[in-house]
């Protein structure tokens, strides 16, 4: 049977837009997918020549570029730049959206989207606060179209490989859990306009980097078969402000899921991050380790517990699982998009809504108490 073939039209021309696009033009054969295929019909940017450098760039892929089979295979025939987002919301011959803005739009552009009749895929972090991105899920609703949060982790090989550990059961009840995501990303060195230093970009550690710990909070976690707890939420936060613009330098929460144990997930920009263990659950029968980095982990161990503690987990594995050659790691969550729509869903069983509600009142929550730039931030659904 053909494969569904989605069209798409992407919201920005910026570093992630870039590398969404050029995922989108790799052939699907490469990651074992034939069910789904993927065009580009529509590129916008707030102007029309970056629009049109951004698909001559796609176009131009050099030879043995694993993105130069996209051109030569018909995913950008047709495709148009446009000098605005409302050019593509409007287009006919574009199904769904990618929203590469910086954080303060995705609500905007998302809900013009929805509103227009597309299908989105946003980018992380969905919203700015949760009031918005129940606004959104609303508009999903009552348009009838797909959303979800382009949390690309979720849809990595190694993703569905720490799912099934967790689902065989061998590690027990989960007793701890830590994740954390830092780099060393030297905001000194970087303008004020750089949407990491700026507050009003929605910037600093919380917001961009907040949710990939909580990838791993909601995989190992979350969506264990042992958690009976919907809603959990943040005891206890703190914030180290950057000086210079009032942004989080890093951030630390822990949350707690009744019945079953609390969470410490840190993120920070101004230290490299723990190589061999940015996430740990430390489970009855053992421990389960993902390496560096959270956005993109490839290798995960299973660790048995301190010889004076008995459990049954008797020797350490280590378990390789990379993203396909040639894939940067983003068109898995594209062809999920594809799935659902084919399928005539709304929402994603594996990046559900609820899930980006529960990881939104987190961020809510630690901005709140804190005492960043971005505390009193409001988004702007309603207004
Ligand atoms: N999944 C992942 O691995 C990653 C996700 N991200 C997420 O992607 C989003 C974008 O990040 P990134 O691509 O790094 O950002 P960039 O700054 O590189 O690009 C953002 C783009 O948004 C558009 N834009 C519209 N209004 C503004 C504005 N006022 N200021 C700046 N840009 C504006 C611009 O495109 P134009 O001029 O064409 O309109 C710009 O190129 C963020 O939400 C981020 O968290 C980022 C990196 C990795
Ligand atoms: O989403 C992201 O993943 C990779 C990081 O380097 C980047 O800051 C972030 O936006």
Same mark, same amino acid.
């Given at each position: 049977m053909a494969p569904y073939t989605l069209r798409w039209g992407i919201i920005a021309t910026g570093k992630i837009s870039g590398q969404f696009a050029r995922d989108l033009l790799v052939d699907p054969s490469t990651r074992e997918v034939s069910d789904v295929a993927h065009q580009i019909t529509a590129v916008g940017s707030r102007s029309v020549e970056s629009a049109q450098r951004f698909i001559d760039g796609l176009k131009s892929a050099g030879e043995g570029e694993s993105f130069a089979w996209g051109a030569k295979n018909?995913?950008?025939?047709?495709v148009k730049a446009r000098g605005s987002y409302d050019g593509v919301y409007n287009d #006919?011959?574009?199904d769904a959206i990618y929203v590469g803005t910086p954080h303060n739009l995705h609500y905007r552009n998302t809900k013009d989207a929805l509103l227009a009749g597309k299908h989105v895929l946003c980018e992380?972090?969905?919203?700015?606060d949760v009031e918005e991105l129940e606004d959104l899920i609303a508009t999903a609703k009552a348009k009838n179209v797909f959303l979800m949060e382009a949390v690309w982790t979720r849809f990595h090989p190694i993703a569905y490989a720490v799912d099934e550990v967790i689902k065989s059961?061998?590690?027990?009840? #989960?007793k701890r859990f830590s994740a954390d995501f830092s780099m060393e990303y030297d905001l000194d060195s970087k303008p004020d306009s750089n949407r990491f230093v700026d507050p009003a970009l929605g910037g600093g550690s919380l917001l961009d980097m907040g949710p990939y710990p909580s990838v791993w909070a909601m995989l190992l976690l979350h969506r264990n078969p042992h958690n009976t707890d919907k809603f959990p939420s943040v005891v206890s936060s703190h914030q180290s402000i950057y000086?210079?613009?009032?942004?989080?330098l890093d951030s630390r929460w822990i949350v707690e899921w009744d019945g079953l144990c609390r969470g410490t997930l840190t993120t920070d920009l101004s230290a490299p991050g723990l190589k061999e263990n940015t996430a740990v659950v430390q489970c009855e029968q053992g421990d389960l380790v993902i390496e560096y #980095?959270?956005?993109? #982990?490839?290798t995960f161990h299973i660790i048995p517990r301190p010889d004076r503690f008995i459990g049954s987990i008797k020797e350490k594995t280590t378990h390789h699982h990379p993203v396909h050659a040639g894939n940067h790691g983003m068109s898995y969550e594209a062809d999920e998009v594809a799935r659902c729509i084919r399928a005539g869903k709304i929402q994603s069983d594996r990046m559900p809504w609820d899930e980006s509600v529960v990881v939104q009142k987190w961020f809510d929550s630690v901005r709140k108490s804190g005492d960043s730039a971005t505390k009193g931030m409001k988004g702007s659904a309603g207004q």
């Open positions: 018909g995913v950008l025939d047709n #006919p011959n574009v992380k972090p969905f919203t700015i059961g061998k590690l027990g009840k #989960p000086k210079r613009s009032g942004v989080d #980095p959270p956005q993109k #982990p490839e």
